[in-house]
């Protein structure tokens, strides 16, 4: 299931304005592009001018509508990210506001959010089919009915004091008769019509409506396919029964909406945490030896790479220890595998106890293990390796006999690849076993081997 951005539904076609601007000049840009908004530019923030705006300014017949948009109480823009999902976003919209400014990554202003945005990316699939319209209109609310004789400078005064967007319109049968709405007053302004006229002169009609039996999903198909902010319900007889706004499909949505969601993030954080202990499993598996839980040959090349690299951009000094168990063939041929393979576990364990927290240790192959030493040169390396040596024999691993180990030693040279060192500290290793076992030898390049 993907959500989509903020960035992707929003409207991106914005009337904007300079706050320094008049409140004639925003009028006057408002009617040129027909839009029943304008977002105001502050600098570091940003209002909004809605047509509402301007028939309650227009009641106000002390205010001088050369006045600076600066000077006049507007709505300001909550700002959401462009980036973010609706899933991230749609909280917002829960509250009063009906309209939020988008900015980019940079802060910039991008674009203007709106329900209508909102509404026409909302899936009915996954909203609620089983409650019709008219179960769920707000009873106690009463929207402005009024009778379509009324001359219109009345309806719009009422429309300034109600803060109301629209009137329904009723015949003297008290019928259903049109709509007047905020665009139609923007169009009187425009024109600068006879306000004295009856509202039916102006209203809109017929009205298109929705039977109170309709389910909310259908409703909301409904109005994604019109361009309307609201739907009217009727009954049976077309009697008027209310209306209701694309904010209260919303908010009788959101819930269902996010529980749903939670439900799916909830299933979706457990796959993905079932997905991530595998994986560290598999990781595991991958790169250490599974007798002695130490790295195994594929993970120390890969860990050798980056400490080398390190070596090389820092100039420190590194050195390399090869270990193998002395007479390990005999250990196994006397005692059995199982006991050989607790040799090599004690063995480990010995070696994991004893290490720095920036070595590197893994089994390399059968009895030898490797031991890289980041920030030691040749000489300290072999005092760790005959430390080592001193301590693996006070194990108590066999039964009356002590395990040795012998050990090859070299430091790490800029130009040295990885099959380099190890051959050179194997031959270290090598010269040790021939001088009796039991030993450290270190060597450097084409130096004899100096033994601890």
């Not at 009609?205 to 994604?224: C, G, L, R, S, Y």
């Not at 480990?348 to 590197?360: E, M, N, P």
């Not at 000489?379 to 395990?403: C, D, F, H, V, Y």
Request: contains cysteine; charged residues 25%; aromatic residues 6%.
């Amino acid at each position: 299931m993907r959500f989509p951005s903020i960035l992707e539904i929003c409207t991106r076609d914005v009337v904007t304005i300079s706050e320094q601007a008049s409140l004639k000049e925003a009028i006057e840009k408002m009617i040129q592009s027909q839009h029943r908004n304008i977002v105001v530019d502050g600098g570091h923030y940003f209002h909004i001018l809605l047509i509402e705006d301007v028939i309650r300014f227009n009641l106000n017949q002390h205010l001088d509508t050369a006045t600076p948009l600066a000077q006049l109480e507007l709505t300001r823009l909550p700002m959401v990210k462009a980036q973010d999902n609706i899933l991230e976003s749609i909280h917002l919209l829960k509250d009063a506001h009906e309209y939020f400014g988008v900015e980019d990554e940079q802060g910039d202003f991008c674009g203007l959010l709106t329900h209508t945005d909102l509404i026409n990316s909302i899936d009915p699939e996954i909203l609620m089919d089983n409650y019709a319209i008219g179960d769920v209109l707000q009873k106690n609310r009463r929207d402005l009915w009024e009778s379509d004789t009324q001359p219109t400078r009345s309806i719009i005064h009422k429309m300034g004091t109600h803060n109301a967007d629209c009137v329904l319109a009723l015949n003297p049968q008290g019928g259903l008769s049109g709509i007047f709405t905020t665009k139609d007053v923007l169009h009187l302004f425009e024109k600068q019509s006879d306000l004295e006229q009856p509202l039916s002169a102006y209203m809109t009609q017929p009205v298109e409506t929705i039977h109170k039996n309709t389910t909310v999903k259908d409703a909301i198909v409904f109005i994604k396919s019109k361009p309307f902010k609201r739907v009217i319900v009727v009954d049976d007889d077309g009697k008027l029964e209310g209306m209701i706004l694309q904010r209260d499909l919303i908010a009788m949505t959101y819930n269902k909406w996010a529980m749903l969601m939670r439900q799916f993030q909830e299933e979706l954080q457990e796959l993905n945490e079932l997905l991530e202990n595998k994986n560290k499993r598999y990781q595991a598996l991958a790169s250490t030896d599974p007798l002695t839980g130490l790295y195994n040959r594929h993970k120390f090349t890969e860990v050798f790479a980056t400490e080398f690299l390190t070596m090389k951009s820092r100039d420190n000094a590194m050195s390399l220890v090869m270990i193998d168990i002395d007479h390990f063939k005999h250990i196994n041929d006397t005692y059995g595998h199982n006991q050989g393979d607790q040799v090599l576990v004690g063995v480990a364990r010995l070696i994991k106890l004893q290490q720095r927290q920036v070595d590197v240790i893994c089994r390399w192959g059968g009895e030898e293990f490797l031991i890289l030493l980041p920030s030691a040169n040749i000489e300290q390396a072999g005092q760790i390796a005959e430390n080592l040596r001193s301590k693996i024999k006070t194990l108590s691993l066999l039964p009356n006999q002590t395990i040795t180990a012998s050990f090859g030693v070299t430091q790490v040279h800029s130009e040295d690849t990885l099959e380099e060192l190890v051959g050179r500290a194997d031959m270290a290793l090598y010269d040790a076993k021939r001088s009796g076992r039991d030993k450290v030898i270190c060597k450097h390049y084409g130096d004899a081997y100096l033994e601890h």
